[in-house]
């Protein structure tokens, strides 16, 4: 996949994610409405493999780069793992823990993985047509 196209799917990914998360109405008086089922198909996506995606792309590439099975168990552990170490980094700071702070960090978090992700496959797609 190009670069460009890749960093745009991350993003229109994270984008929606906060759409939906911010915009979709919570219902104070019942435990379950439809109108959650994508809040949580998207938050649990976000949470769970789309940091460790980001860093997968950016340890592997080129000679190093991992079948499809090894990239998306890798992506859930390490999802899991950095969003650990948010929640520990944020639980510390004077910020706190709580559903801004954490949506906030973790979308900063994707973005500047992603950036940095879609900095090394310009520089491996560049080095392949040289």
Do not use: H
């Amino acid at each position: 996949m190009k670069p460009l196209k890749w960093l745009a799917i991350i993003l229109i990914f994270t984008a929606l994610t906060l759409l939906v998360t911010y915009l979709l109405p919570v219902p104070n008086d019942v435990e379950f409405s439809y109108n959650l089922i994508p809040r949580y198909i998207f938050s649990f996506t976000f949470i769970a493999f789309i940091p460790g995606y980001c860093l997968v792309n950016i340890l592997f590439t080129g000679k190093n780069k991992l079948d499809f099975i090894e990239e998306l168990v890798l992506s859930v552990a390490l999802s899991f793992g950095l969003t650990g170490l948010l929640g520990l980094f944020l639980g510390l700071s004077p910020i706190g823990i709580n559903f801004t702070s954490v949506t906030v960090s973790l979308s900063l978090m994707v973005l500047v993985l992603a950036v940095i992700a879609y900095i090394r496959k310009l520089r491996e797609t560049d080095a392949q047509s040289a």
